[in-house]
């Protein structure tokens, strides 16, 4: 079955990066971007951004440019997101989700999503 | 502070329905497809309807979909127990160029 496995929760200081890792399984990884989303303890989601597995084409929400990076690898079916200058309000659960059906990356379908990973920023 | 706006929270008895709101403007929900995602307690986010109100394979025919303008709705009927959790409505936005996801609306069965 199509499955998106996110790698383990991390703890980083102020000012610190913090690189989490989705890998892909059930399908052709090319076929579909990734996005990110995140969701903060009490608060709703927020998009982060998405790429383009097939070339590498980037998409990023205003509010995230120059401070997240995100890279994919079709050859490990693996995509990566970077989010660097972490601050306190960064503390959030990331998800990465299968974006782009039907080549359509302008719309807000996301199926399915990782597990999410806890990324925990404290002095 | 989200541009798609739902209520914070909605409730109801089993058995019951209950129906979740989500405002937006032109340039999201006026003009793009709508989604709807169930965030239950301790899980990943799950589709729940695409493109207004398409239901994915394996989404019982008691969560429906619907988009008027620049508004939407998913109605519940029937409600159980699992039901509860967090909803939220999504939309692209062609001004922001980017995803908007609404506030969530914590739903209760009491």
């Known amino acids: 079955q199509v499955q998106l496995v996110q790698s383990g929760p991390e703890v980083k200081m102020p000012g610190a990066s913090v690189k989490v890792s989705c890998t892909a399984s059930?399908?052709?990884?090319?076929?579909?971007?990734i996005s990110w989303v995140r969701q903060a303890p009490g608060q709703g989601l927020e998009w982060l951004g998405w790429?383009?597995?097939?070339?590498?084409?980037?998409h990023y929400a205003r509010k995230f440019q120059g401070r997240v990076a995100l890279t994919a690898y079709p050859s490990t079916s693996t995509a990566y997101m970077e989010l660097r200058s972490l601050r306190s309000d960064d503390t959030a659960a990331y998800f990465c989700?299968?974006?782009?059906?039907?080549?359509?990356?302008?719309?807000?379908?996301?199926?399915?999503w990782g597990q999410g990973t806890l990324v925990t920023v404290s002095s | 502070q989200s541009v798609l706006t739902q209520p914070p929270s909605a409730s109801g008895t089993p058995g019951q329905g209950v129906t979740i709101s989500c405002s937006g403007s032109?340039?999201?929900?006026?003009?793009?497809?709508v989604y709807w995602y169930q965030h239950l307690p301790g899980t990943a986010p799950k589709l729940l309807i695409y493109?207004?109100?398409q239901r994915p394979s394996g989404v019982p025919d008691r969560f429906s979909g619907s988009k008027f303008g620049t508004s939407a709705s998913l109605a519940i009927s029937g409600l159980r127990s699992e039901d509860e959790g967090d909803y939220y409505c999504a939309a692209w936005d062609v001004s922001l160029t980017g995803v908007l996801f609404g506030g969530g609306t914590k739903l209760t069965v009491l």
């Open positions: 059930g399908y052709r990884f090319s076929d579909y971007g």
């Open positions: 989700a299968r974006h782009c059906t039907g080549g359509d990356c302008a719309s807000a379908w996301f199926d399915p």
């Open positions: 493109r207004n109100n």
């Open positions: 790429i383009s597995t097939y070339n590498g084409n980037t």
């Open positions: 032109s340039s999201n929900i006026g003009n793009k497809y």
